[in-house]
């Protein structure tokens, strides 16, 4: 893996997160029926700080949960078993405005089985995308409402998102690896 | 993905394999949960529970376990195939392997079948019981129930009492809550006592380990695997194995009752301690070692099939 290029510095992602968390208010005029739902792992702490800026921007209390797809996946079978991390999610999800976060955004599959999951608990009245990063080489029609950055990758290219919650730094890095990343 | 191809000892599972399992059964216990008790990770997998011996509860729960991953479910029940017509087991499984299944889970009266099966065969199998010999996933379970009362195992004192002489699920349950650093007491008169308990503690009498037990585990009687008369007579085993109101008020604060189930009430546990609907003792986990068994097996199906 070698280090190819800085595409955030700490101070970028916060100001992208702010940006995003403003255009969410500005879309949804206001935060009424809003919840978020940060996908493991990076979209947990992605999700906390944006439902953090939701909550002062608008001076109320918006829902939180983590959502865990291993159980959602088409590529069970062909992937080596990553730790299942924990689903959260205490509250109703129907009717609400779902805010579904995601560290980057890739083949789209991931987000696939993410809408299924969140099907199986209740019937949101929307469900709407953030993502830091949009890498392209999109495998299925999925397609981000807020991205942090557009970023055209190669397949043999790999964005780092590391975050101070999981990895004590803020920082989005772009790495090459040897082989095609799946 | 588990080291072993099947499971049939609970030896056949590591000790980081089986808190991984465990861990795992933790996600699938909060989709029991939910309104919708599915989750699609195992479809289009087939999945044959296929027993030679009578069973309700262990083979309804590998079905609803089954089913709520998304697999397809089919029960084979000896009495009511071609067994009747004299068919060997052999012969039987052959029949099931050629229509494209993924997984067995086979219980049979005779202990070693299900390892004669896995010998055979390509595909997973799991061990729901065979003989006197091993019953691997009710050991998990109960080791489940376990942790989610106390949370860890080191130092639990736990009192199995009753008939280990017939009991598969005796011998299960005793390897893995040593491995696990548990504190294990056998509790049985000399004639109902395993071949080997080699480095554990032996009591006659109930009553001397009531007091000091984290948990007390009543094994059944099982009356139906004893083919000569091994206890002299209900009195006496009421008298000396048989937990009753009493005997319950003795154990200490936080201990706890389990049961595998199906309970002979008024010998391993007395009617009033059972209750009607359910028991009304909180300390009593026989239903709560039922719901683990699903999330556990739920878990083990997916680590072997996913």
């Keep these: 893996m070698i280090e190819k290029a800085t595409i955030l510095s700490a101070a970028d992602l916060d100001r992208v997160i702010k940006r995003i968390s403003h255009e969410i208010v500005e879309r949804n005029r206001g935060c009424d029926n809003l919840v978020v739902i940060g996908l493991q792992k990076r979209g947990v702490p992605l999700g906390k700080r944006i439902a953090a800026n939701l909550e002062s921007f608008e001076d109320r209390k918006i829902y939180f949960g983590k959502l865990d797809v291993s159980f959602y996946r088409d590529d069970y079978a062909s992937k080596i078993k990553v730790d299942i991390e924990k689903t959260e999610i205490d509250f109703d999800v129907t009717d609400k405005n779902v805010i579904l976060v995601d560290d980057v955004l890739f083949t789209g599959r991931t987000i696939r089985a993410a809408l299924d999951a969140i099907m199986d608990l209740g019937r949101p009245k929307s469900i709407q995308l953030v993502v830091l990063i949009d890498r392209g080489h999109r495998e299925l029609p999925v397609k981000a409402d807020y991205v942090g950055k557009n970023l055209p990758t190669s397949r043999n290219e790999k964005v780092a998102v590391r975050l101070t919650e999981t990895d004590s730094e803020d920082i989005v890095i772009l790495v090459e690896s040897k082989e095609d990343v799946k | ?306």
């Design chain 2, 1 to 306: 993905m588990l080291s072993k191809k099947s499971i049939l000892n609970i030896c056949d599972l590591s000790t980081e394999e089986v808190l991984q399992v465990m861990e795992t059964a933790d996600s699938f216990t909060g989709i029991s949960k939910r309104e919708i008790k599915k989750v699609p990770t195992l479809r289009g997998k087939t999945v044959v529970n296929l027993f030679f011996e009578l069973s309700t509860r262990t083979r309804t729960s590998f079905e609803v376990a089954a089913k709520r991953l998304s697999a397809d479910m089919i029960n084979f029940v000896a009495s009511s195939s071609s067994l009747a017509k004299g068919e060997s087991i052999m012969d039987t499984v052959r029949t099931i392997l050629a229509m494209q299944v993924d997984l067995l889970v086979v219980r049979h009266s005779d202990s070693g079948a299900v390892k004669m099966v896995d010998d055979q065969i390509e595909i997973p199998v799991i061990n729901a019981g065979d003989g006197k010999h091993q019953h691997p996933t009710q050991a998990l379970l109960d080791l489940y129930a376990i942790r989610g009362r106390f949370g860890s195992f080191k130092g639990l004192k736990v009192a199995i009492t009753g008939d280990f002489l017939n009991s598969r699920v005796a011998r299960s349950d005793m390897a893995l809550f040593k491995e696990m650093g548990m504190d294990v007491f056998l509790v049985a008169p000399s004639m109902l006592l395993p071949e080997d308990y080699s480095g554990l503690k032996v009591y006659s009498d109930l009553e001397d380990v009531l007091k000091d037990v984290d948990i007390l585990y009543l094994l059944r009687m099982q009356f139906e695997r004893q083919d000569k008369k091994f206890y002299p007579s209900v009195e006496e085993y009421n008298r000396f194995l048989s937990l009753n109101r009493e005997r319950l008020k003795k154990m200490k604060k936080g201990s706890v009752v389990m049961h595998p189930g199906p309970v002979n009430r008024g010998i391993e546990i007395s009617d009033e301690i059972m209750g009607k609907g359910k028991s009304p003792y909180e300390n009593v986990l026989i239903e709560h070692q039922v719901t683990s068994g699903v999330a556990i097996r739920m878990a083990l199906l997916y680590h072997i099939l996913g």
